[in-house]
Every structure is written in structure tokens, then in C-alpha cells.
């Protein structure tokens, strides 16, 4: 009677919910590297690379724990090329009894899983993914009758559930938040400690060349190629980051500057999101440097928020919200994104800059994300299927569970704020006040309009005053359309012109 263990590539977890509870010796574990995942959208090369390297390692590490590993290579001439074909094949193969598995993170893999019991005739459990600190129904449960979805509210109840940097029922600081004191602008002429680097090894190398020579066509640079695709040394990372980086992290967590891809940044999110790190572990290892006085507390709490608050909600509204969830667009944006989000080939140096740095690393972080290239789809108008469709390419961290509440939500606000207040626009001060990028740009920030106008500010105004009928109302907005109000018909006028030309000329590149 032998249990078949499908393993997806971002279960990575030696405590997966199915490999806990199954007997190693009447048990098969089926990894699989198919084509479909591959191209359901043309993934950075990073991404494929990172993933296919870590799962081959992990199946590696099972096999050495004892675990007999059926392991399906995408160049096997016998690969099926899907989920659904591997999966019929194995039970075949291995004349299975029964299949375990853990609940895939996107509804398109999910409706694969709850197929296979038909596909194969054998019985199928689906169990509940349990690394992560809420449980689904426990979101849904807690969801339920509000009025509105406050991510704030929910991180104050995983703080008591879980303990993180509580004394006793209050918080530690004698405050939940401290994101006011984690908005300073990058400082100049700093030295920032550069992030570990982690040389690839056989398996590794193997795994590049066929990624070179199977996905050349894809976005985004393959080499240098430095991930950690291991547990050790994800756990090296953290203790790097812990050790070098935290205390700084919340100081300067939303600063950009040109030439630094990293700053304090941990750049552990690709780690937990396939698996190799879990999320308690990285959030009681921040606690534990606060704890021993070797971080500020703005730091652990600002780090700590991300995982357990932000991590957690956005999860949490990816099952609330539903397979459907993708194709909303509140704000009835069409436009299409411009080819420079590829190339990186515009004058407007803040994009210029974070399109750079995705196509290098297929990592940007968050403020480079929202603010830069989120904001100015949205500011464009951009569908938001297909900045929705490029997030999932470019990055190498993006899964629908995480990234669709992301974009949809907090970047495009098209689900009319279901995840944020607000729309998250701004226009070039912003950008000019948390970066130096605008010094390297050839448009004048302080200009609204004008040849030499940045982009952002006609784009911004033109926003709020073309949405007017949909946003007017919203409490957190009034004071921007009282800026707006306090123009002049004739410069209110120009301004739309402005961005009514800017936004013509980027939808007819060849006019």
C-alpha cells in the first residue's frame, strides 16, 4: 500500500502537513518540474532557475532523511509536461493506494488537485498548509461581518495569538506600530553591507544550463546567479540579515537609490514563499536580536509587520476573495502597459531604475514595487490583468496567493478597496523625497507641467480629478482634492492636458 506524496515547488518544508504524517517507508514522494508551470506565464529566468535548483536540493535533502523520491526532471523524455499527466503517470508506476497532498497556494492548482481523485480512481486528501500562522478558515472566521478589512486590526490579533513582542497583553513599546519612525530618506554617501552571496554548486550549475537552454527567450538576467536554494543556507541568510542588516531595516525601509539593489532590504521573501523558510522561525529570530538589544525596535516591529501582518492578510483576502479575484477593475482601467516596463528604456530615471533592477535580480523591493511602478501603471491607467500578469512574471517571490492581493489590491486598487483605504498615488515629491533618483533624471520634479515636467505630477492630479466620481468621497483623499481644488480652472486645464498628452504619446509610441 504505498501513499503518493505530490511536493509542489513552493512546499519546500521538511514540516510539510503531508510528509509529517505519512510513514517515509510506505511512502513516495513526487516532485515534479513541468513545463505548464513554466509557461502559464514566461517566468524570469531567475525565478525558474531559483525554484528547479532549490526543489532538486530539497528532493536531495529527502532522500538523505530516508524518503524514497520520485523526482520528474523537465528534460525527462518520458515528462508529461503537467501536474495532472505526472501525477496519473506515478500512481500508475508505483501502483499507489492512495493520494496525500498539501492545498496548492493558487485556485488554478487547487481545482488540478481536486481533480486528481477522478483522474487517478484513488482516494485523495487535500490537507489544510499549516506553515503559515493563520489558519484559512481562522481568516475567514475573523473576516466575517466586518465593514472593513483593516490589515492593522488583524496583525493586533496575531501579536496576541502568536506572542510576537507582546509583554503580556500590551505591546512591547507600548505601541503596535511603529511604520511613522520607518520612513526616512536614504542617507548619502552610506555604505550599505552587501548581501550574502552563495556560489552555485553541480546540481545548481546543472540547473542553469538547462534553464539557459530551455528558456532563452524568457525575461530578465540569468547570471550571476547567487540565491541560497538550500535550507542551510536560507538559514545562513537570515542569520546574515539578522546580524548585518535588521537594525537598519526599519530606519531606511523605504528608501531607493540608484546603483543599490539591496539597501537593508532581507530579500528572504522568495525563501519563505517556496518554503525553505517558515515564517515563525523568521519572525522569532527578529524578536530574539530585539530581545538581546542588538536592534531597535522600530526595526524588529517594522520587519516582523511584513511577515505576520502584511504576509498573512494578503493571504488571507486571496481566499476571501476568490478565483475571480484578478479580473477586477474598479477604476475601468484599459490602457496597456508600455514596453519600457521590459526594457527599461525611458527617460523617467525612478522607473528607468526599478525596471533595471527587476530584470537583473527579478527582485525589486516594496517601495520600488508600489510606489514607483505601481503607482505609475496606475496613474497610466494600465488594465490591471496585465500589470497583475507582469508582477507574476518579473518577480521572483510572486504566487497568485501573495502577489494577486498585492497588485490588484493594494498597487491598482481595482478591487475598490477591499485591501487598501486608498489608493496608493503619488506624484514626483514622493518619489524625490524617499530616493535620489530624481537627480539623475531629465525631468524637473518641481514642475507640473512643461517639457521638462516629471511625468508624475500631471499624471497624479490628472488621477484623482479623472476618478473624482469614484474616489471624491473616500475620507483619506480629502485633502488631496483640496489641493486640487485650489487651482485655478486655467492650471487645472493645463495640467490635464499635460497628462492627456503624456498618456497619448505613450499608448502611440510611433506616432
Known sequence: MTVLLPVLGDQLSASLASLRAADPAASIVLMMEVADETSYVRHHKKKIAFLFAAMRHFA????????RVDYVRLD???NSGSFDGEIARAARTHTASRIVTVEAGEWRVIAMQQGWGELTNLPTQILADDRFLSRRDGFLAWADGRKRLVMEDFYRLMRRQTGLLMAGKDPEGGRWNFDAENRKPPPKGHAFPPPPRFAPDAITAE???????????????????????????ALRALDDFIARRLASFGDYQDAMLSGEDVLYHSQLSPLLNCGLLLPLEVCTAAEAAWRAGAVPLNAAEGFIRQILGWREFVRGIHWLAGPDYPARNHLAATADLPDFYWTGDTDMNCLRQSVLATKRNAHAHHIQRLMVLGNFAMLIGVAPTQIHEW??????????WVETPNVIGMSQF???????????????????RMSDYCRGCRYDVKARTGADAC??????WDFLARHRDVLGRNHRLLRMYDGWDRFDTDEQQRIRTQAEGFRHAL???AA
Open 414 to 432: 481595482a478591487d475598490g478597496g477591499m485591501v487598501g483605504t486608498k489608493p496608493y498615488a503619488a506624484g514626483g515629491a514622493y518619489i524625490n
Open 76 to 78: 525527462d523524455p518520458a
Open 391 to 400: 508582477f507574476l512574471i518579473v518577480y521572483d517571490d510572486a504566487y497568485e
Open 207 to 233: 540547473v542553469l544550463a538547462l534553464v539557459q537552454a530551455r528558456f532563452a527567450d524568457h525575461y530578465g538576467d540569468l547570471e550571476p546567479f547567487d540565491y541560497p536554494v538550500t535550507r542551510a543556507d
Open 455 to 460: 511625468p508624475f505630477n500631471s499624471l497624479y
Open 60 to 67: 536531495a535533502e529527502l532522500r538523505a532523511a530516508g524518503w
Open 507 to 509: 499608448a502611440n509610441p
